[in-house]
């Protein structure tokens, strides 16, 4: 942290004041949790608020589900299909997501979303059979593409040396919605009951809470929130103080990227395992155990609701580990508390009894979904002028992944839950490893040394031509590449820029 250069409001003399310290490029160098200073800690709230109101939306669904499928006469089939189409939809709405993110900025694409989206949970009050709980589902889905606008937003904002911690706390506390909707969800519809309503229209009704809140925080990003520390995209484009990408250049450099495949990969096998269990572990244990739809849900909820601390644990130990060891101890920490989540929940899938099973999931969420803290300490340094798409493939592949593990594991009667549990274990362990393969030439890979004589400015300003560079067109590359440097490990010090590339 110390190798980033920081600017606080009384030092940058003539310059646009804030109340955290900036860098070159103006995010910030601290990240102040219970801070609401605009631009940088006003948009981390808004953002993780609103991730969280989707979460909450996408699986209202789930905890009254032994409900539901009563009242709407659904099969295990047609409700592992309406599983897989909460969180399919999301798949190309997370890419989309990216590019509207790198071209229009991520207040307008994240509010626009969640706006849209939030007719399709009303509609979940209406559902009359398997077909139309499938469709309400679906499309309520396609808002957990706003995790991609959150963690583009918190890596516009935020600095290298914190950008692990402030990513995995507003992905983790957005998360938490997964885990609170379990609460929320009975408790709502339990108070529904107890004003009067049989129990199959007080089902109906709870939908009502998600889709309002998900409503309010579409306004308060639109209206409260800011793009960028210099203010919002259409101003400064503008202005001309950013430079309008064209979408065709943003892409190929997008998918050329082998890293951000890699990372989309194993994305799927960390987050898409957290959203597969949030689909499942409800009904899980009241089918296996013979619990009560209460208890399920507080046993489903705390799975959930570890995210407080575990994903934004796993942003934290990125940074940390990189202030010593740079981008390879970013790498290794990743693969290991990852493969360390597979072996857990292989275990989980083992054990037979209530009080251990519970545990073990316990323990198993908090590795998993450090894992997805770990994943975006790295995400942002694959690219500099492609950050929203290849946030958005990353994203995209947490879903697949969840889409394909309920499809194999969870579908039918292929396979008992705890079956499909334990062999999506060794899925975790076996698509981790390819994480091995991912080398930076300016700082190296977990075994392998940095390629001779690459620097930062080589890598990042590689995505621009040479007419781009005559435009100025490169120069936030440049400062990220200044301020990056420190991913090198202690090894590396700040120093200036080859004169070649200003």
């Known amino acids: ?46 953002s993780w608020i609103s991730f969280f109101a989707c979460f909450v939306s996408t699986f209202a669904a789930p905890p009254l589900l032994p409900i539901i499928r009563d ?26 997501m990216g590019s509207a993110c790198d071209l229009f900025g991520p207040r307008l694409a994240s509010a626009a979303l969640t706006l849209l989206t939030a007719p399709a949970v009303y509609c979940s009050s209406i ?14 889905g396609f808002s957990l593409a706003t995790f991609v606008s959150t963690q583009f937003w918190m890596s516009s904002l935020f600095s290298a040396p914190v950008v692990g911690t402030a990513n995995g706390v507003a992905g983790g506390w957005g998360n938490l919605g997964g885990g609170a909707t379990q609460l929320i969800m009975p408790i709502g519809f339990e108070l529904i009951l107890k004003m009067g309503s049989d129990k199959f229209t007080a089902w109906r009704i709870a939908f009502f809470i998600p889709g309002l809140f998900q409503m309010l925080c579409a306004y308060g990003i639109f209206f409260l929130g800011q793009d960028l520390p210099d203010g919002n995209y259409a101003q400064l484009h503008k202005s001309g103080d950013k430079h309008k990408d064209k979408f065709s250049k943003v892409l190929y450099h997008a998918v050329t990227n082998y890293r951000g495949w890699i990372l989309a990969l194993t994305y799927g096998y960390c987050f898409g395992v957290e959203l597969a269990i949030d689909n499942i572990i409800a009904q899980y244990f009241y089918d296996r155990f013979n619990v009560s739809l209460h208890t399920a849900g507080i046993i489903a909820a705390s799975f959930g609701l570890a995210n407080f601390f575990s994903r934004p644990g796993g942003g934290m130990l990125s940074d940390i580990v990189a202030r010593r060891y740079g981008m390879r101890g970013r790498l290794w920490a990743l693969w290991s508390v990852q493969t360390l989540g597979g072996i857990f929940c292989i275990i989980l899938g083992k054990v037979g009894t209530l009080g251990v099973s519970v545990a073990v999931m316990l323990i198993f969420s908090v590795f998993v979904q450090a894992a997805c803290g770990l994943t975006f ?29 309920q499809v194999i594991f969870f579908r039918g009667s292929r396979y008992t839950t705890e079956k499909g549990i334990m062999l999506m274990g060794v899925m975790i362990i076996a698509c981790t490893s390819v994480i091995t393969l991912i080398h930076f030439p300016q700082w190296g ?37 200044e301020n990056s440097r420190h991913e090198g490990g202690r090894r590396v010090g700040i120093t200036e820029s080859p004169d070649t590339h200003k």
Not at 74 to 87: D, K, P, Q, S
Not at 127 to 140: D, E, H, I, K, Y
Not at 445 to 457: C, I, L, V
Request: charged share 20%; hydrophobic share 40%; proline share 4%.
């Open 71 to 96: 009242d709407l006469d659904l099969t295990a089939t047609e409700i592992g299909n309406a599983g897989i189409a909460a969180v399919s939809g999301a798949v190309f709405a997370r890419v989309a």
């Open 127 to 140: 559902a009359s059979g398997p077909s139309t709980f499938l469709l309400v589902r679906f499309f309520t």
């Open 445 to 481: 890979g977990m075994f392998t040394k940095p390629s001779k004589g690459k620097t930062e400015e080589d890598y990042y300003l590689s995505e621009w031509t040479e007419a781009e560079k005559e435009k100025g067109y490169h120069k936030a590359s440049l400062k990220f590449s």
């Open 377 to 405: 300490g790295v995400v942002p340094f694959i690219s500099r002028r492609s950050l929203g798409i290849i946030s958005g493939m990353t994203g995209a592949g947490g879903n697949v992944g969840a889409v394909i593990t």
């Open 1 to 46: 942290m110390e190798n980033v250069p920081a600017y606080s409001a009384t030092e940058e003399s003539g310059r646009k004041k804030f109340a955290l310290p900036v860098d070159s490029e103006h995010k910030a160098t601290e990240f102040r949790l219970f801070s609401v200073a605009a631009p940088h800690m006003r948009a981390f709230h808004l």
